[in-house]
């Protein structure tokens, strides 16, 4: 064959794609997302343009502003109909613009904007050489102890990367739970999971323990990662889509066209029960939920308390966001499979968390296995398979995160010569030493016990109400007789800050700056109002809880 007759076949062959269309990007439904991320990046560049004097105050402006422009956004898209009658599949069909997306993201947002203000607190710690410092190491990749960490503390470096590494994480957070396909969702666990990685990592104080945290985490979040890619192969193997509408229709036999090359796998139910039980796993493994939990209370404690309290709210947030949008999108035709592993997940979750924080001694990994506690109680409404169910869960995590963000403010501001003083016997008699403090982290303590009058209360009530309209009462029976054994330690806490002798040795509570005081003074708020008067942000839940398809 001559070279000529080569060459018109090449061209022959190609002629049908002359054109490549480009893609159609609504930008003013993902401007929340887009605004954050563009901050994030403005943060990068601050890091290497502005003098190290000024970065400090720079990265908080920016963070705080973006944060409060991506509110507005999510706020305004609500507003104009984008959460119910104009809810919509945005960027090709790869994001989803629907009512518990515009919820959660919103909830994110707020979580972010205490997590800025807890970050940025200077007033903590006595100033050495002169110079105000955080919670947060002078440098981060010198050794600790070696000499030039010593020669980073006496210069009075600081480690500002922590606010962009903040906000690529709350980008991510924005889109996980939004995904409305299995790359874009992979995508996004691992944008916000690569700077928690890193954040949990630069401890001022106890830097070792902090490193020992960021590996496990690291590690073990290395391997959710690689079973949550595994799932989505299978589960594209099954469906030859990672698209969640095409998944969902192959679920139900209700699809049109097949592509012949994935004609002998397509509709293989080993793939497809194989497949969505890996990415259900690397979802729970995000939440914390039993037996997924382990690195929870480990890395809680090792990491610096601003990141653990960010951590602990905003992470779970867009975990259950995305484990929603999995189970009610994606494989409803798939509800009696899923339906009985999420009993036992929600049960040993349940009874795990709130049996194992009795035998804590440490406030941090108290908190965690109590986080781990109400993973469990949230599962409970996810089980609920109902609307119901969707805007129970959307309230729960609205009220979780500012209980949980006020309670690790307030562990900030404990402090012996040590730094801060994390041991519960250190926490003796701490409601005479300084009775404001021990009143709002008893406030905190009794919103997770769920006590009425507080919006722990309100939550459980909507998740176990809506548990039980599924037909889940077992799980509501488990679910109380765990929050009243959860109620023992909470309470045990409170007796031990009121009741008992403060020790002449005891640590101190540090006055810490308005940015400290603002989110413990918001997270109190939030308790209050939404246990008082809930019904408004119930409403509010309820309009937002149904997916777009």
Known sequence: MSASAVHSLWTTAADP????????????????????IGAAIIGVLVEAFVPRKSRYYVQVFVSVVALAASFAAVVALAAGGYGTTK?????????????????????????????????????????????????????????????????????????????????????????????????????????????????????????????????????????????????????????????????????????????????????NDALLLIGAAMVVMGLLFKVGAVPFHMWTPDVYQGAPT?????????????????????????????????????????????????????????????????????????????????????????????????????????????????????????????GRRSPLVAAVFAVFLLAFAGIPLTSGFAGKFAVFKAAAEGGAGAIVVVGVISSAIAAFFYIRVIVLMFFSEPRPEGPTVAVPSPLTMTAIGLGVAVTLVLGVAPQYFLDLAGQAGVFVR
């Open 17 to 36: 794609i002359t054109k490549i269309d480009a893609p159609k990007i609504e930008y003013g439904q993902l401007s929340p997302t887009l605004i954050v």
């Open 87 to 267: 809810a919509g599949i945005a960027a090709m069909g790869a994001i989803a613009v629907d009512g518990p997306a515009l919820f959660l993201q919103g909830t994110i947002l707020l979580a972010g904007i205490l997590g800025v203000f807890t970050f940025a607190e200077r007033r903590l710690d006595p100033e050495t050489h002169g110079n105000k410092v955080d919670s947060f190491a002078a440098q981060a990749a010198s050794v600790p102890g070696s000499d030039s960490e010593k020669a980073a503390v006496k210069a009075g470096f600081a480690t500002t990367e922590v606010f962009p590494l903040l906000l690529f994480a709350i980008g991510g957070m924005l889109i996980f739970p939004a995904a409305n396909d299995l790359l874009t969702l992979f995508i996004a666990l691992e944008v916000f999971s690569l700077p928690l990685y890193l954040l949990c990592a630069v401890a001022r104080r106890k830097r070792l323990m902090s490193q020992e945290a960021a590996v496990k985490y690291f590690l073990l979040g290395a391997f959710a990662s690689a079973f949550t890619l595994f799932g989505i192969a299978l589960l594209y193997g099954y469906a030859g889509s990672v698209k969640y509408a095409t998944i969902a229709q192959v679920v139900d036999g209700t699809i049109g066209d097949i592509n012949p090359a994935l004609a002998d796998t397509m509709g």
């Open 306 to 430: 601003p990141v653990t309290g960010f951590m602990a709210a905003a992470t779970k947030v867009a975990a259950f966001g995305a484990l929603l949008r999995l189970l009610y999108v994606v494989l409803p035709g798939l509800r009696w499979d899923w339906r009985p592993v999420m009993w036992a997940v929600a049960i040993v979750t349940m009874l795990g968390g709130a049996i194992v924080a009795i035998t804590q001694t440490d406030i941090k990994r108290l908190l965690a296995y109590s986080s781990i506690a109400h993973a469990g109680f949230i599962l409970a409404g996810v089980i609920a398979a109902s609307p119901d169910g969707v805007s129970s869960v959307l309230f729960y995590l609205g009220a979780y995160s500012f209980v949980t963000i006020g309670a690790f403010a307030v562990v900030t501001l404990v402090r012996d010569a040590g730094g801060e003083a994390t041991h519960l016997s250190k926490w003796a008699g701490l």
